[in-house]
Structure formats: C-alpha cells, structure tokens
C-alpha cells in the first residue's frame, strides 16, 4: 500500500522560495547534492576543454570537433548505452557509466598531460600536413593534439550523459508527481550555485603561484593535477550518495513506492532511433516546432561562442605565447558570473509566463541572444569605425570584444534557464500521454543532437570553403546565418504558441463536459 504523502500546502513567500517539507529533506538533499557535484564537475571540465583545445588549435577547430568528434562519439554512446542497459541492473548501469569519465579524468591530469610531447605526433609533421592539405588544416591541428580532443570529446559526454542522461533518468523514477511540481524547480538553482563555486576555484588553480622558472605547459599541468583532483572527489561522491540513496532512501515507502515506480518504467522513453526520431517529428508538427526551438538555441548559441572563443584566446596571447592558465582563470570568472546573474534571472522572471503569457517567455531568449549576438558581432566586425569606445574607456579593441562576449553569453545562458527551458516544457503538459512520451524521446535525439552540431557544420563548411578562412573573416556569414536562425526559431514560436493555446482550449472542454 502506498504511503506517498499528500500534496503540501506553502505560503506564497514559502511555495516561491523553498517549498519543500522538512520530512522530505532526505529525498530532496541527497538529490539536489548529486545535481551540484554533477553541474560542479561540468563547469570545470567545460572550462579546462576550451582552455586546452582553443590554445593547441585554435577556436577554430572547436566546430570541427563539435560537429564530427562530439556528434560521433554520442552516437556511439547511445548504441553501447542500449546494449549496457539490457544487461545491467539500473545501479551497476550507473557506476559502469560513470567510472570511466572519473578514471579518464584523473589519469589525463596525471599520466596524459605530463607525456603530451611523447603521444603526440611531431608538430613539423602536423605543420607538413597542413601545408600540403590546408583545407583540412583543422583536423590535422586537432590530430596534433589528439588527447586534448579526446578530453573535450570527454567532457561534452558528461554534460550529455551524467547530467542529461544518468541523473535526470534517477530523479524521474523516484520523483513522483506531486514531488516533481517543487524539487524541479529548485535543481536549475542549484545548478548555478554550483558555478558559482566552481568559477572562483578555477580561477584559484589556474592562478596559484608556481616555481619561477616553470614554463607555461609545466604551470598548466599543475592547475590540472588540482582541478581533476576536485572532479574526481566530486564525481566519487556522487557515486557515494546514489549509493546511500538506494539503501536509506529507496527502500523506505515512505519516500519510494515500488508499485508506482513498476508503473513509471513501462511509460519510460522508448529508444528511438535517428531516423524513427525524424519521421515521428516530421509526423508531428507541434513537435517539430519544439525541436526547432531547440536546434534553433543550439545554432545560434555555437554561432556567437565559437567566434568570442577565438577573441579570448587572443586576449590571453602575449608575444606569441598562449597562456592557458589566464584563459582558465577568465573562465573561472565567467562561469561564476554565470550562475550569479542565472539565479538571479531566474528570480526575477519567474511570473513572466503567468503576466504576460506563453509566447512573452518563448521568444525572450531569442530576441535577447539576436540582440546581444547582433551587437557582439558589430564589434568584431567593425571594430577599426569604433576606435573612440577604445579610448574613452582605455581598454583594447580584444579586450572589449571579449567582454561583450561574455555578456552576451550570460544573457544568453541566463535567459535559457530562466525562461526557454521552462516555455519548452510547458508545451509537452497538454499532450496526450503517448506524445509526451515519445514526443519528447524523438526531440531530445533531433533537437539536442542537431542543435549543438548544426552550428559546427556551418561554421565547418565556411572555415573549408577557403585556405587562408579563420573564424573572424566568417564572422560576416555567422552573423547572418545567426540573424536568420533567430527568426525562423521565433517564427517556430509563435507557430507552436497557436497550437499550445488550442490544446489547451481543448482540455478545457474536456474537463468542463467531465
């Protein structure tokens, strides 16, 4: 018999700020840990991947290895999930899965980095290789380095898997309904409280003082040996506390009801694969225009961060030497700028839907990613017309492109979650239940997958088209090819915001003739 509790009632103060009960702390604490220690790692393993990559082989090659490495080995991910998960039990599916990121993790920062020089092939014959194929310059670049790839490669896994895959599948078994409504909510918090920890420890490592005589390298290989210390004591604690979760927690009806949760597996994602995915889309055009959300947020996003990437790198450039450490340690700062002014949109927008309505919260986030990409790339492009802005505020032209990059970036990251994120889902809850289901199994393949790649296509096939193309002399067409995405992703909202008001129209009449 289930004794899941009845559903809590809050103050307004309360209900918008902590509606949890105290007897529901041993649920909700172990869980919302798991989430910080997961988005913790992220951060720092999101930063360390750009400082390395970007620094050996330029922004530009971070297109390629979205578009071909990453999207590659996610692929290859989902076919060997599947297979783990018909023969493993949910509890050793989840140590399996995580155990090898850990122990990557841990022997790059100890065993890879420091014998870089003796893995990796001869720059002569990487810079030979260049010259006798430019277009393929990149990918000879990203071969030069080939670990670095693998680690960035690594590190977008985690995102995708741990985060996306492992945790969120936990939490829907557990979670229940009434459960769900309030500790969902609080998660996204948590997440950006978890940046700002991070930042500040990144900028910390990367910016301890090391022996006089250390070169750049040497210096850097220390910041590593302390931040993929952090991430694999972080990692093993999450390990710990699902541990813990299912002896104390999952075994108690009080928390868990096993009835319930036989019943949640049979309504679970169905593997879909790509091509079912497009067909069921293309089958569906309410789900189509969730999917061009998303794709259209991934593109635009890649578009602009590509491109601020390569100014940042060009910032922490002196004499010709690259400092990977000062790229950590500006990163570090972003990512704790990043969840301070995330939480804080987050506050402030949390009526925006209920005053002025679904499409307001839809199409926020693209306007405010068009305006500030918009503004971002007229710095670039027309920097030189700009020169009195250099001098009234004393700073270089990089330099200031840098930091309305990073604004737009914040903007940008802020507004998804406060208000992309939560629009997208709302446009599931009037769906019936066999279109929730699988609806949302074939948009997260197209729409995640698409999204994040399509922008490294693009930028591929211009960076491509020319031998001597780098990342600002296409900044013109990224521009525009941003400018246009923006507008069909808006065009896709308001198509969908039509079909979600009618269905909602529709459950109205259903309830009232009930």
């Known amino acids: 018999m289930s004794t899941k509790p009845k559903e809590p009632q809050f103050s307004k103060l309360r209900s918008a700020l902590w509606p949890i009960m105290g007897s529901e702390m041993k649920k909700f604490l172990p869980m919302g840990l798991m989430m910080f220690f997961i988005l913790f790692n992220y951060t720092i393993l999101r930063d360390t991947k750009d400082m390395l990559v970007v620094g050996a082989a330029g922004a530009e090659a971070v297109s390629f290895l979205k578009g071909i490495g990453v999207m590659s080995a996610s692929i290859l991910f989902v076919v060997l999930y599947a297979k783990l998960s018909n023969v493993l039990s949910t509890e050793r599916l989840f140590y399996t899965i995580l155990t090898p990121f850990l122990l990557f993790f841990g022997a790059f920062a100890f065993v890879i980095y420091p014998n870089r020089d003796l893995i990796h092939p001869n720059p002569e014959v990487v810079e030979a290789c260049k010259q006798a194929m430019p277009a393929l310059r990149f990918i000879f670049a990203l071969w030069g380095s080939w670990s670095f790839s693998v680690f960035y490669i690594m590190s977008e896994l985690w995102g995708t898997v741990v985060i996306a895959l492992l945790f969120w599948t936990f939490a829907n078994e557990i979670t229940r309904t009434n459960e769900a409504k309030r500790f969902y909510g609080l998660f996204p918090l948590l997440g950006n409280v978890a940046l ?212 737009q970036n914040i903007l940008s990251k802020g507004t998804k979650y406060a208000l992309f994120d939560p629009t997208k889902e709302m446009a599931y809850i009037p769906l019936d239940q066999e279109m929730k289901v699988k609806g949302k199994a074939a948009v997260d393949v197209i729409g995640g997958r698409l999204g994040k790649a399509g922008g490294g296509w693009i930028q591929m096939f211009l960076l491509t088209m020319s031998t001597t193309a780098t990342q600002i002399t296409i900044a013109p067409y990224t521009c525009g090819i941003m400018v246009l995405v923006i507008f069909a992703w808006i065009f896709a909202a308001g198509r969908l915001n039509g079909l979600y008001q009618a269905k909602l129209h529709e459950k109205e009449k259903e309830a009232k003739k009930a």
């Open 196 to 407: 700002m920890f991070s930042g500040p420890l990144i900028t910390y490592f990367c910016t301890i003082e090391h022996a006089s005589g250390v070169d750049a390298g040497a210096a850097v290989g220390v910041s590593l040996d302390y931040m993929m210390s952090t991430v694999v004591i972080a990692g093993l604690a999450v390990m710990a506390i699902y541990w813990w979760m299912n002896r104390n927690v999952l075994t108690d009806p009080l928390y868990y009801d096993a009835a319930e949760a036989s019943k949640k597996v049979k309504k679970d994602k169905p593997k879909m694969t790509v091509m079912e995915s497009f067909k069921y889309i293309l089958s569906q055009p309410y789900l189509g225009y969730i999917a061009l959300l998303l794709v259209g947020y991934g593109m635009a996003i890649n578009l602009v961060e590509v491109t601020w990437k390569g100014q940042l790198k060009l910032m922490c450039t002196h004499d010709g030497v690259y400092s990977g450490n000062e790229y950590g340690a500006f990163m570090g700062k972003f990512s704790f700028f990043t969840g301070l002014a995330t939480i804080g949109l987050i506050l402030m927008f949390k009526g925006v839907v209920r005053r002025f309505g679904w499409l307001t919260g839809a199409i926020f986030t693209p306007i405010a990613l068009g305006v500030t990409g918009v503004l971002f790339y007229a710095f670039i492009l027309f920097k030189d017309d700009l020169s009195w802005m250099t001098v009234t505020l004393g700073a270089t032209p990089v330099v200031l492109a840098v930091m309305f990059g990073a604004v």
